[in-house]
């Protein structure tokens, strides 16, 4: 948990609101998150062999994170409407036996970055989800039983707090 026990978005009332950044200077930022997309490794198979009815699960996916990312601030209600100068999604095949929880899908990470007055974590965040959401709706008619797991921040950087990276202690 941060240093600052209050929360930004609630004001002296108990209302909530988009916190005014006017003052703020602008500063280069930047934020990476990840998600996991678990399937069966017959789903994985057949993403990697380019088998799924849909097409390229994989492009889609990249392609609807980068879209996510440009639109966060028309779903997350309190998320300022920021001009993103970069947006990256990876869509990484995780085969059996590469992670610790045996777990076998599509590893997500997102990286943003913007030069303006507020971060950017919503929308690094928000585009690894619908990475793997993609995949999800793309997949769904072989492998309902997928799962969505792991979608967190794993670094941001700029602005007052500077770099905050997620630390071994907190896996």
Known sequence: ????????????????RMVDV???????????????ISMHPSTLQMIEEGNAKKGDVLACARVAGIMACKQTSSIIPMCHPLLITKTKVDCTPVHEGEREDGRVGIHVTCT??????TGIEMEALFGASVACLTVYDMCKAVDRGMEVVYV?????????????????SME
Do not use: C
Not at 1 to 16: A, C, F, Q, R, Y
Not at 23 to 30: G, S
Not at 152 to 168: M, N, P
């Open 1 to 16: 948990m941060s240093g600052d026990n209050h929360l930004t978005h609630i004001d002296e009332k108990g209302d909530v």
């Open 22 to 36: 006017s003052a703020k200077p602008d500063t280069q930022r930047i934020a990476i998150a990840e998600g996991f």
């Open 112 to 117: 943003t970055g913007v030069t303006g007055k």
């Open 152 to 168: 967190r921040l794993l670094k941001k950087d700029g602005g007052k707090t500077g770099l905050w990276q997620r630390s071994a």
